[in-house]
């Protein structure tokens, strides 16, 4: 199963804690609730607010920091919300002003960093990319701008002034098939949903197809099968990590297939993946961010989320930059054993998910710790 769907929405900008501006929440054809936002994200460990920024003067801050997100821009609900929780949370904590960017194509990326990079007011002390579709622009930008200081979330840039974040998704990715393998394995109906354990079918959809989405259905396939054997894995990709209509899709597609479970890894895509389970009173499983936090009204369908502590990353590399310590020129690896990436549980179905099935994956997740349990990254390697 096969599907492009690619969106070009108009370009957005927002100046956050260095003048006037306010980024509003999307409502979108789903209907999202805006208020979701402000909810604290299990993903990361502490809840900012959400104001958009309380300092008037870049003069006053301790750091100015140029946020670029990813594709899909803020209040996706998932990767990019979660990176500004913790640019939010450092305001809160070190007097931070900052400026947020929302580039909509892959070539914005660069022409942003090279922007932000050479702008003397205000004069930023930090630029951190949010995403690894902004790795090739970096690699350049920073090579001309030697003495500027930047952070990469979610991928790595081999330069002296860079400094590198990236999450082993793999793992966590593994803990998600884990628990849909072993939920598509019974009869199981709690909240909106109920599983069809007689197909033994469950779904993966992915955003833009590349090597660290892959990354995480190699690992999901694993989980799955670790789980049990026998069950139909079905994927597809949409090409784009801001196409709901394009995620509702797809998992309705799964579902009449089906598959009772469906874990994404598609950005604000994802939210249609909850609509169709919603809809087909099936699961969900989220990524990047606390889903069932984030989107309330689809709690009663997220069994659970692939979390990246991708706001402890931001926060973490301002941090650093304020005490004069950021690690430029290394990469720093997040995985299970550093609390970078975890599987958590949704906020409504967490509390009825069976005793054995969390046993199971506390045990998995030791394992993979333990290094007793290796984790793919090629599904094509999953038997």
Do not use: W
């Amino acid at each position: 199963m096969t599907k492009d769907s690619r969106v070009t929405p108009s370009r957005r900008r927002f100046a956050v804690a260095l003048g006037s501006g306010t980024a509003a929440a999307v409502a979108g054809c789903l209907g999202t609730d805006p208020s979701g936002t402000a909810a604290m994200d299990a993903g990361d460990d502490e809840a900012a607010d959400d104001e958009t920024g309380a300092i008037s003067n870049a003069d006053d801050a301790s750091a100015t920091v140029g946020m670029i997100y990813a594709l899909g821009g803020l209040d996706d609900r998932s990767f990019n919300d979660a990176a500004n929780r913790g640019i939010q949370r450092a305001r809160l904590d070190y007097d931070v002003a900052f400026a947020n960017e929302e580039p909509t194509s892959v070539p914005d990326f660069e022409a942003t960093q090279a922007a932000l990079s050479a702008s003397s007011d205000p004069a930023y002390d930090l630029i951190c990319c949010i995403g690894f579709l902004q790795a090739d622009g970096l690699s350049t930008v920073a090579g001309e701008h030697p003495d500027q200081q930047y952070a990469i979330v979610d991928s790595a840039v081999d330069s002296d002034n860079v400094a590198s974040y990236v999450f082993r998704g793999q793992e966590g990715s593994f803990q998600a098939g884990h628990l849909a393998g072993l939920v598509t394995d019974r009869d199981l109906s709690v909240g909106a949903g109920a599983t069809v354990p007689d197909e033994r079918t469950v779904g993966y959809v992915g955003g833009v197809d590349s090597p660290l989405v892959r990354k995480l259905e190699a690992g999901y396939r694993a989980g799955v099968a670790h789980a049990t054997a026998d069950v139909s894995v079905l994927s597809t990709y949409l090409g784009a990590f801001d196409d709901p209509e394009g995620g509702y899709a797809a998992a309705a597609e799964m579902f009449e297939q089906g598959a009772d479970v469906v874990y994404h890894a598609a950005g604000g895509s994802g939210l249609g993946v909850f609509q169709a389970a919603q809809e087909y009173g099936r699961y969900a499983i989220g990524v990047d961010s606390d889903q069932s936090r984030s989107n309330p009204r689809y709690a009663d369908v997220i069994l659970a989320s692939m979390v990246k502590r991708v706001g402890t990353a931001v926060y973490d590399a301002v941090e650093d930059t304020i005490d004069d310590d950021l690690d430029t020129g290394s990469t720093t690896a997040l995985g299970l054993a550093e609390d970078g990436v975890a599987l958590v549980y949704g906020t409504s179905l967490g509390p009825v998910i069976p005793d054995d099935v969390r046993a199971a994956l506390d045990e998995s997740g030791e394992r993979i710790i333990d290094g007793d349990l290796s984790v793919p990254t090629d599904p094509e390697a999953v038997n």
